[in-house]
Each structure stands twice: as structure tokens, then as C-alpha cells.
């Protein structure tokens, strides 16, 4: 591979390693580590059952100052505000993320979209991985090839992997293509969607009871589309305005029986 000599260090901050819900201490000190060794700084974690914890400060060796500036989360959608785009790291392929991709492609994907602002690697818990939920809030799903016989690959040789080919992927460009365009925010698409499953609700199309099945299926059909923050405004506009006849239509109803 090609090396240039001024790859710009901003991409590398920009790129957040996410944890969620990690069993052992253990594994977020060697995943501190493993980031450390390529680069990589910005660690966030998602509800970690121990930490701090003197065995992740062991595991972690000379990365402790990636643990003591860790960023601790209650929830997922926390961990991702401000981004433009997030990867769920699977072992398997799931129908809730229509967009597979290997490693290299997501280093490169990644390393574009950063140039913009903030990007996101999700791993889920050691022994259940990533939950439907939690990938819901993804716009992509990596896969690393593994001995289709013993798929198990552990949490911090995980991130090892997808840090190694960011590193490699970014030492080889000076520059990137720019961003295709400026893309909603997780957060933006989480207002987004708590607003449309509202709507869908209170227009009766959507059983607010068990609102998840649906939900989850328009989430993959938005996140085909990489929503641009225009298209989210544009989106909500119309979702205000059927609100709004909706509500015209009731208060008119309620108006006739009196």
C-alpha cells in the first residue's frame, strides 16, 4: 500500500468506539489498548456492567488515559448524539441493517463520513451481541470473516480488527472524497422517528400497543436512504401537517355530535 506522509490526524478523533452493555471490566481495558496502538481515542460506553474497575486499568496497560477520559452512557442513542453515521459490528447478518459491509469498507466509509463530524463503531455485549434495538440505531452493519466453524471472536480482538484496517485505510490517503451530503445526526433521526411513531399513532395507523415491529421495519426503510438533514426537516413538516388535519378532522367530529 501506498503511504502519504500527512494523513490527517481529525479523522482518527473522529471516530468513536461504542461498547454497549459489556459484561468484563476486563475487555474494555484490552479494547483501550487495542484502540491506543492504532490511533484511535475516543472511547464510549453503554450502561458497562463493572467500571471503573482495577482489572480493566490492568488489561488497559499504558492506554489507562483512554479509560479516565471515557465517555459513560445510559443509553445507546447517548452514546451516538452528534453523529452522522453509525456501524453495528456483527458476527451474523441481520435483517434489520440493509447495508453489509467488510471491514476495509467500513474503514472507509467511516474515515469519509468523518471528515464531516463524528462517526461511530457499535460492539455489542460479549455473549449476546448486538440487539435488534440497538442496531436499529445503525445505519450499517460490518462483518468480520471468520472460520465459518467458530464465528466467536472476542470483544477486544474485535475492535483490534476494525482499528487495524481504520489505521491502514487512513495512512493510505492524504485526502478523501467529500461526504455525498450533509447527513442527519443520530440524534436528528431519533427526534425523527419518535415523531413519526407519534403521528402514525394518533393517526390511527399504528398500533400504539406494539408499535416495534413496524417501527423497526420503517427504520431499515430510512436508513436504505442515508436521510439528509433537509429530507428529516421535509419529513416532519409533512408528519406536523397530517397531525394537524387530524386534528381538524376530530375537533370537527367532536363539534357535529354536540
Request: aromatic content about 4%; charged content about 20%.
Given at each position: 500500500m501506498k503511504h502519504t506522509d500527512s494523513p490527517d490526524p481529525k479523522l482518527l478523533a473522529n471516530i468513536r468506539i461504542?461498547?454497549?452493555?459489556?459484561?468484563?471490566?476486563?475487555?474494555?481495558?484490552?479494547?483501550?489498548?487495542?484502540?491506543?496502538?492504532?490511533?484511535?481515542?475516543?472511547?464510549?460506553?453503554?450502561?458497562?456492567?463493572v467500571f471503573p474497575n482495577s482489572q480493566a486499568d490492568a488489561m488497559a496497560a499504558s492506554a489507562g488515559d483512554l479509560l479516565a477520559q471515557a465517555h459513560v452512557c445510559a443509553t445507546l442513542a447517548e452514546a451516538l448524539a452528534?453523529?452522522?453515521?453509525?456501524?453495528?459490528?456483527?458476527?451474523?447478518?441481520?435483517?434489520?441493517v440493509a447495508d453489509v459491509l467488510t471491514p476495509?469498507?467500513?474503514?472507509?466509509?467511516?474515515?469519509?463520513?468523518?471528515q464531516a463530524g463524528?462517526?461511530?463503531?457499535?460492539?455489542?455485549?460479549?455473549?449476546?451481541?448486538?440487539?435488534?434495538?440497538?442496531?436499529?440505531?445503525?445505519?450499517?452493519l460490518v462483518t468480520i470473516a471468520a472460520n465459518p466453524d467458530y464465528t466467536s471472536l472476542n470483544l477486544a480482538a474485535a475492535v483490534q480488527v476494525l482499528s487495524y484496517?481504520?489505521?491502514?485505510?487512513?495512512r493510505g490517503h492524504a485526502s478523501w472524497p467529500q461526504p455525498e451530503m450533509d447527513a442527519a445526526t443520530g440524534d436528528e433521526l431519533e427526534r425523527f422517528y419518535g415523531h413519526l411513531e407519534?403521528?402514525?399513532?394518533?393517526?390511527?395507523?399504528?398500533?400504539?400497543?406494539?408499535?416495534?415491529?413496524?417501527?423497526?421495519?420503517?427504520?431499515?426503510?430510512?436508513?436504505?436512504?442515508?436521510?439528509?438533514?433537509?429530507e428529516v426537516n421535509i419529513l416532519r413538516g409533512i408528519l406536523t401537517?397530517?397531525?394537524?388535519?387530524?386534528?381538524?378532522?376530530?375537533?370537527?367530529?367532536?363539534?357535529?355530535v354536540e
Open positions: 461504542v461498547l454497549t452493555r459489556t459484561s468484563h471490566p476486563g475487555n474494555i481495558g484490552a479494547t483501550a489498548r487495542a484502540m491506543k496502538t492504532m490511533g484511535l481515542s475516543q472511547l464510549y460506553l453503554v450502561t458497562p456492567a452528534g453523529t452522522t453515521l453509525a456501524l453495528g459490528v456483527s458476527a451474523r447478518r441481520r435483517d434489520i476495509p469498507e467500513a474503514a472507509t466509509r467511516l474515515l469519509t463520513e468523518a463524528p462517526v461511530a463503531l457499535v460492539f455489542g455485549n460479549e455473549t449476546s451481541g448486538m440487539s435488534n434495538e440497538e442496531l436499529g440505531l445503525c445505519q450499517g484496517e481504520i489505521r491502514q485505510a487512513w407519534a403521528a402514525l399513532a394518533e393517526l390511527e395507523f399504528l398500533n400504539p400497543g406494539s408499535p416495534s415491529k413496524l417501527m423497526l421495519k420503517l427504520r431499515r426503510l430510512f436508513a436504505r436512504t442515508r436521510l439528509a438533514k433537509e401537517a397530517a397531525q394537524g388535519a387530524q386534528r381538524a378532522a376530530v375537533k370537527a367530529r367532536n363539534h357535529d
